[in-house]
Nanobody, 123 residues
């Protein structure tokens, strides 16, 4: 059974860097044709894709967030992480990590999600 669990501070001050970690069990970050992704949902808004890290460690980012976003991984701990710099109250959201199976193929699908973690940006 694949499980993902987000962790990190629930409150971040403006201008600081938001750091979240997703711990994966039951799957490998390096399995071919998989990617590991972050999205967020601000209050009252839809889900916004932030970026992903592929099975080979390469990363892709939402162009609108690219200048502030970094995704990395630690395969020894089966974790991948999100950093979002220079946060503002507009970055307040529930942040989700999830797996994309069959990545890069027509069968690509988001199949396992973390439960989400609330992050509030406030002084």
């Amino acid at each position: 059974q694949v499980q993902l669990q987000e962790s990190g501070p629930g409150l971040v001050k403006p201008s600081q860097t938001l750091s979240l970690t997703c711990t994966v069990s039951g799957a490998s970050l390096t399995t071919r044709y998989t990617a590991w992704s972050w999205s967020r949902q601000p209050p009252g808004k839809g889900l916004e894709w932030m970026g992903l890290i592929g099975d080979d460690g390469r990363t892709w980012y939402n162009p609108s967030l690219k200048s502030r976003t970094s995704i990395s991984r630690d395969t020894s701990k089966s974790q991948f992480s999100l950093q979002l710099s220079s946060v503002t109250p507009d970055d307040t959201a529930v942040y989700y990590c999830y797996r994309i199976a069959a990545w890069g193929t027509i069968a690509s699908m988001e199949d396992y999600w973390g439960q989400g973690t609330q992050v509030t940006v406030s002084s």
